[in-house]
């Protein structure tokens, strides 16, 4: 609730600035601090025919000119191998499908962040195929068999037993094959059709039995155990939000990818701008440069208005744009304006760059008061 | 394992003892019974031996060491010094051998004699043998960063000198004539060796570093009206211009004389009034922009049958070279020959004469290299003690950056050179020493570090600070700003858009390019970039009904729609003619771009 004294300031100024004054300014001054508060907000904003996103892209672009071309960075000694620089911005303002090195950083809850079995905690999350597991394939090519040898140590390390692969086995592969003895440490398996039985399917099935999924969550592929601050984090290469956020030791609240499509599938739009913001501003900072954050929250608004991330492409935000010239002015512009042509499109000259072309003046700054005659 | 062997790249056979084939290759070939041309190399880890005896190897000179001793002595050097001994006779006595750089992956070379050990193979005939010849001219090389030095070399070669002594019975291209080139005071071994007495390439002035009312920031420097008037970087410009008598098909050919007026293409009589009767200029001549100095004409381009049997018929074509815009000069020498084909063939030299100006870029040796930013009176610039003004006022900011301590060395040494009526070698890896040179100018009556007390030359006030002067050897370059300078307001315009043609030779415009254009928009100056790009803006009629370009017949002073005919309201709009040009672009695409007209008010 708003104190009496700044009452006429609600809704006007941001509740978190009332807040503060509130907190801050002795009660006797608050009407006056108030005032003054009010009066430079007011000076502080941006005049109207501001052309705020040129001024962004200028104020990005200039500082990205500077960047170096080095992709790979080691943010540390016990870091992961990200991609940094130009490649990971134009990734990011691309809103790429398939990023490059994506990557998840995943905080856990109290008792397991500690450090106490932490190895364990990682590896439980890794993706683990039954290959990374097998010492030696023997192939029996008159019963059509392939004897599995299991590395006993790594089984241990990640509590695995022989027959709790024979069951992820079947379980995978149980439409052609049977398990035809499973021993210490040794499973068998043998096609089940006869007419299957060629040499060719029996190594196309050993090529499918590295790639049984035993452990862990898909798609992380790498996990690394690492201490922040004073906690234990686990820092992964691959990403798979949905499921580790599922997860009971994982604290939800904290764990995040770095892959923007999929933190807006999980987590919502408003949160996917504004990891696009942090990552942004993060590759920016690590270069030693400085862009005010406003400008990339600009960025991230535009990609981010209608509800799904768009890219800073034709297929994109530019896509979106309302004038065809302007659309056309930017990459494919046959297609552009065949396209608009089918659909009798009507391009209003609402902005720049139709303007440019046409020689009028363009509605920003002192193009945009206009005469009004009286009639 | 048996050593194999290529011989220029391609396997002629194997040798058991790679060391005793080496050996005995280089023996022979030291003793001249095997050409010096040839060189072998031995590749270690690939255990092969590469002869080489093609063309085009780069090779270097240097001095065979056997057991850790030089094969030059004493008595090689006194015969060397009484002429007995030439280097030539050094070469076939195997003393001296050249190296390609695959032999001298090989060779152990030391600097220096005192350096040897027996490991050695060469010894080097001197430190100065790992520069080119342009780079060996820097003075105190080895003082400075090698970047600087690699700069410094670069500079030299575009320095304004006297490049040949005959140039006035020549007609190259872009020639530039230094008028009292002088030899440098500080200077190295190699300019003895290349006789830059021959063809030096620039002046010895006296050089103030201190700053000038902020005309020589940013590497600019100032010189003296003085200095100029008294000829320093004074330089003469030639340029021939040539026409030839082409003869085309049909027994027709280009003329030179003076054009008739009917000629198709005909200037105007001032344009040709420098020419005498024979259609060429006279010797001397001052002539100025679009001047003509070779009268010619050609026969008509298309001789149709039409034109044959017409009246206007044989109206030549007017192709007489003049002066580009913006270009002066004088006359300054003719030729009238015939040239391979038989065909009369004009040639005129045309002479400009260059005072340095503001925007002329000179440099010192050192990788120093700056444009003039001001020109100042001799009587406003700082004078010393005993009356002297600098020639060059050279920014202190432009040293401690780039580290050129051969800059300053070079003052120093140059100083003391000028007072003391002397050369001063400044040979890299073995100059005089700085020492002896600042001795020298001690006894000189100077200040032993260079510095000197400098006066306002505005108000006569001692300037607080000691400045820094010496002299310097300083190159005017041949990029001078009066073939580079271009403006314009009005000019030329392209066919095709209507936009301003580009570059300096059509007198084209000064391109506001499209990030230029984005800082106009941020800065919301809408009008001001409407303004800008108004260079191709166009009245277009366009009918109202169906939103398509109009025509416009002014003959009978109406408009009418290509597609609706009369009758229609037809309202003039301003575009770009590059926006017309794209609706046009359009219609070829089969699109309808149809214009919607609204009262702007």
Redesign the interface.
Known sequence: MVHKDLEEYAGVLPPKLLEEIEEQAPASKRKKVGQIVYDEYMKARVDA???VG??S??SIGEQATQMTLNTFHFAGVAEMNVTMGLPRIIEILDARKAIKTPKMEIYLNSPYNKGKDIRQIALSIKDTRLGELVSEYAINIFEFVIDIHLNAEKMQLLSLTPAKISKLLDKALGKVTKITDAGENKISLQLKAKEDRNLNTLYKLKEKIKDVHVKGIKGIRQVLPVRRQDEFIIITAGTNLKKVLALEFVDPTRTITNDVHEFAKVMGIEAARHLIIEEVYRVIEAQGLSVDIRHIMLVADTMCVTGEIKGITRYGVVSEKSSVLARASFETP?RH??NA?LLGE?DKLNS?VEN?????????????PQ?R?KE | MATEVFLNGKYVGTVDNHRDFLDSLKTERRRGAISNNVNVQYEEHLDRIHVETTRGRTRRPLIVVQDGKSLITDEIIQQLQKGELTWNNLVEKGIIEYLDAAEEENALVAFYERELTPSHTHLEVSPLAMFGLVTSMVPYGNFSQSARLLIGAKNQKYGIGLYTANYLHRLDMDVNILHYPQMPIVQSLTHGISRNEKHPAGQNVVVAVMSYKGYNIEDAIIINKGSVDFGFARSTYFRPAVAEELRYSGGLTDQVSVPDKEVKGYKSERDYRHLEDDGIVYPEAVVGPEDVIIGKTSPPRFLSSLDEYSLAGNIRRESSVGLKHGENGVVDFVVLTENGEGNKLVQVRLRDQRLPEIGDKFTSRAGQKGIVGLIVPEADLPFTSNGMTPDIIFSPHSIPGRMTVSHLLEMLGGKTGALGARKVDATSFSPEPEERIRQELLSLGFREDGTETLYNGQTGERIQAKIYVGSMYYLKLRHLVANRIQSRARGPIQLLTRQPTEGRAKEGGLRLGEME???L??????????ER??S??TLVPVCESCGVIAIHDSVKNKRHCPICGEGVEVSDI???Y??KL?LDE?KS?G??PKM?LESK?
């Open positions: 025919g501001e052309s040129l001024i892209a200028e046959i304006l065949i042509a009507v720049v440019v072309m046409l020689n009028q003046p363009v509605p920003i700054g002192t193009g945009l005469l005659v | 254009k984005d800082t928009v941020a800065h919301g100056a809408s009008l001001l970039l409407k790009f108004d191709d803006q301003e575009i770009s590059a926006f794209i359009f695409l699109l309808y919607i008010y």
